[in-house]
């Protein structure tokens, strides 16, 4: 029997998942991927699966942190992102940061030997042609103009939208290792096997202070009145942070909490800037939660005040684009259809998930739930108390609203799954302190999470 084959309209992390997924189930799949043929704002190659922010698929510790219960599910589940981040990982303590010319190689590389995927480069301007009957529509938050105009056309809604600010890229050899120093916060070794796996560059009060000044003075990058959206909280520029507080960036990503200065053990940091290898080589290393919007004739200039930056060279500085979503609570069902055509599928960060495990994730069931359907079978969605289960919750009606107005992308995080009760006490009758119950309870809910998934997986028609 001949099966028609399921349409994916974009080669990003969710797009490439999805793919995935529907091909290993059996099913034929077209990948339709607009670049080279047109480019976007933030996109650097035509590779599927590019990361264009950070390289870091943040913490990978299932029984202590959400993404990291996110990290187990998906490689439970066969993830292609989760098979070639771990084969291109690079040192960065607690989390998962990968090579990211290496790691989108080997996704396009795995792609395109697969017999049931074809890779359509070309551009899908306006909706899919009729005869399409399963697509999915895993355009990101750079989706293009016309299709995204087709889409608003058929929701009646108005899209939401947020700029995504991109950090800047540092050359290793630039930065002074006099001044700063090799070591992960409190020491944690991560799954690449180094405890050291920052670059740290310590500020003291005084030059805290003035750098504050000219992020708050320094000329930024400014939009027209009808781009006047929020931010996302988990990705807001580092001038937007100061504007919101001298001390909101003492409290953020230049935290000096669990880091010992080895230039000078006894005094302690006022802030610390922390730089994360980017590349296989090392040779590349990107500032932690320095997305800004700063104008790049300034920018330089102002990171270079940074103790050990003083003569840092910037591959790549750090810039501004715009993202889109759809309002998902109130246009897609619990299958990831758009309500007002159910042919269509939507997957990735254009459903309202923040962060590239997120969009994957949602990529990854939106492949099965299309695969399952084009079988002519019906795969219900994972329990709530999955992480998976957790982020179609949110993204399909788990907004207090219904999405009427204030639904908002989100990363994974224990509070979107069903709490869990933890002993008070330990075994030996030693009452638990509150940090130690919230660690207990957090390996309880990765626990019941991969039990609860492992049941569903035996359910899935495609597994």
Same mark, same amino acid.
């Given at each position: 029997?001949?099966? =028609?084959?399921?349409?994916?309209?974009?080669?990003?992390?969710?797009?490439?998942?999805? =793919?995935?997924? #529907?091909a290993q189930a059996g099913v034929p799949v077209v990948l339709h991927e607009m670049r080279p043929v047109r480019g976007t704002d933030a996109h650097q190659t035509e590779a599927l699966a590019e990361l264009v922010c950070s390289n870091s698929f943040r913490a990978d510790d299932w029984t202590g942190n959400a993404v990291g219960l996110l990290h187990a599910e998906m490689r439970a589940m066969g993830s292609i992102i989760m098979a070639c981040g771990d084969a291109h990982q690079v040192p960065a303590g607690g989390a998962l940061a990968v090579d990211r010319d290496g790691f989108s190689a080997a996704v396009t590389a795995r792609l395109e030997a697969h017999p049931l995927i074809t890779i359509a480069r070309e551009e899908i301007a306006g909706l899919p042609p009729e005869s399409w009957d399963n697509v999915i529509v895993a355009t990101g938050p750079l989706t293009s103009p016309a299709l995204a105009q087709a889409i608003q056309g058929l929701t009646g809604e108005d899209q939401l939208s947020f700029f995504d600010a991109i950090a800047p890229i540092v050359s290793l050899d630039s930065i002074d290792m006099d001044i700063a120093w090799r070591q992960s916060r409190y020491d944690k070794v991560g799954p690449g096997g180094d405890a050291a796996a920052y670059i740290n560059c310590p500020m003291d009060k005084a030059q805290y202070e003035a750098f504050i000044d000219?992020?708050?003075?320094?000329?930024?990058?400014?939009?027209? %009145?009808?781009?006047?959206?929020?931010?996302?909280?988990?990705?807001?520029? #580092?001038e937007v942070m100061a504007e919101r507080g001298r001390e909101t960036l003492r409290h953020g990503p230049m935290k000096p909490v669990g880091l010992t200065n080895e230039h000078n053990p006894q005094e302690k940091a006022w802030a610390v800037v922390q730089l994360r290898q980017d590349n296989a080589l090392g040779t590349l290393w990107n500032m932690v939660g320095f997305q @800004?919007? &700063?104008?790049? $004739?300034?920018?330089? %200039?102002?990171? !270079?005040?940074?103790? $050990?930056?003083?003569? +840092?060279?910037?591959? !790549?500085?750090? $810039?501004?684009? !715009? /993202? @889109?979503?759809? /309002? =998902?609570?109130?246009?897609? %069902?619990?299958?990831?259809?758009?309500?007002?055509?159910p042919r269509l599928r939507f997957a990735g960060q254009v459903t309202g998930v923040e962060g590239y495990v997120e969009s994957a994730a949602?990529? &990854?069931? +939106?492949?099965?739930?299309?695969?399952?359907?084009?079988?002519?079978?019906?795969?219900?969605?994972?329990?709530?108390?999955?992480?998976?289960?957790?982020? #179609?919750?949110? #993204?399909?009606?788990?907004?207090? %609203?219904?999405?009427?107005? =204030?639904?908002?992308?989100?990363?994974i995080n224990y509070g979107l799954m069903p709490s869990v009760e933890v002993d008070k006490r330990a075994e030996d009758g030693r009452r638990?302190?509150?940090?130690?119950?919230?660690?207990n309870k957090k390996r309880l809910v990765g626990e019941r999470a991969l039990a609860d998934l492992a049941s569903w997986l035996g359910s899935d028609p495609a597994a």
């Open positions: 029997m001949t099966i =028609s084959p399921v349409h994916v309209i974009g080669g990003g992390l969710a797009g490439s998942e999805a =793919s995935w997924q #529907i000219a992020l708050l003075t320094g000329p930024k990058t400014e939009f027209k %009145d009808w781009e006047n959206v929020p931010y996302f909280d988990g990705c807001l520029p #580092i @800004t919007k &700063l104008k790049h $004739g300034v920018q330089a %200039d102002i990171f !270079r005040t940074i103790p $050990g930056l003083e003569k +840092a060279v910037f591959p !790549r500085l750090g $810039g501004l684009h !715009r /993202n @889109t979503f759809i /309002n =998902s609570p109130r246009v897609l %069902d619990g299958q990831l259809r758009l309500r007002a055509a949602v990529g &990854l069931l +939106a492949g099965r739930f299309a695969a399952a359907e084009r079988l002519g079978r019906t795969l219900e969605a994972p329990p709530a108390t999955t992480a998976h289960g957790a982020l #179609i919750g949110h #993204i399909t009606g788990g907004h207090l %609203d219904g999405g009427k107005g =204030s639904f908002q992308p989100m990363n638990l302190g509150s940090k130690e119950k919230g660690r």
